[in-house]
């Protein structure tokens, strides 16, 4: 199964225009953004739903695993994490959720750099933003860095246009507002994807945006 798997093009995936596929667990089910392989594909990154009282069997992050809760209450053996903590399992970790209310969360799997070993925990709802010294119209919050990768969760201004060079990929996911990018319009959970060399160029709506966004990590995957 490929979906959106050459990162030398642009990809995008529009959160109501996609479906949601039951996974081989009761109760869990994915919205798959890229994907090069089947079930155990190497490295997907995938929107996954946890209905009230469903559980994944445990795992072993083999290659890392990193995701952000967009809803709800994700849960597993070593503690709650709810809407808007961003967490990284370092390669060679293991969990087995088991969510209570249900949630959603946004996953990225076998993506960590070698040496890319720290543990991270980030509640960004009780984070504040830090002003962006080289744009005016970006707040931000430092999820992660490493080497050339960098994570962040990042407030757009409204009627703003957003620049933004591309020497490594980038990667958004639109958490709450609304961006147009190319005369398309991207609202909540929204993913859009962009090669190297191709510069972010985007306008905020009346309400701006806030934007999860990866930058710098497809270089070392090409």
């Known amino acids: 199964m490929n979906i959106n798997s050459d990162l030398t093009q642009s990809a995008k995936v529009f959160f109501n225009?996609?479906?949601?596929?039951?996974?081989?667990?009761?109760?869990?089910?994915?919205?798959?953004?890229?994907?090069?392989?089947?079930?155990?594909?190497?490295?997907p990154t995938t929107l996954v739903n946890y209905d009230a009282n469903s559980y994944f069997t445990n795992h072993v992050h083999t290659g890392g695993e990193e995701f952000l809760v967009l809803a709800g209450v994700f849960a597993d053996e070593h503690g709650d994490y709810p809407v808007g903590t961003y967490k990284r399992n370092p390669v060679g970790t293991e969990h087995a959720p088991i969510v209570k209310d249900g949630c959603m969360i946004i996953v990225k799997l076998g993506q960590f750099q070698n040496?890319?070993?720290?543990?991270?925990?980030?509640?960004?709802?009780?984070?504040?933003?830090?002003?962006?010294?080289?744009?005016v119209a970006v707040q931000y919050q430092l999820l992660h860095a490493f080497k050339q990768e960098i994570v962040r969760l990042e407030r757009w201004a409204p009627n703003s246009q957003i620049t933004l060079d591309n020497t490594g990929g980038i990667e958004v996911l639109v958490v709450a507002g609304?961006?147009?990018?190319?005369?398309?319009?991207?609202?909540?959970?929204?993913?859009?994807r962009l090669p190297v060399g191709e510069a972010l160029d985007i306008t905020t709506s009346a309400d701006g945006c806030t934007v999860w966004i990866k930058t710098g990590h497809h270089s070392y995957r090409l």
């Open 178 to 192: 609304e961006l147009n990018h190319q005369g398309e319009s991207f609202k909540s959970l929204d993913w859009l």
């Open 17 to 43: 225009a996609s479906t949601w596929v039951p996974s081989p667990l009761k109760g869990v089910s994915r919205k798959m953004l890229e994907r090069d392989g089947a079930e155990f594909a190497a490295t």
């Open 115 to 135: 040496g890319d070993d720290q543990d991270v925990t980030i509640n960004t709802a009780s984070q504040a933003f830090i002003q962006d010294e080289h744009r």
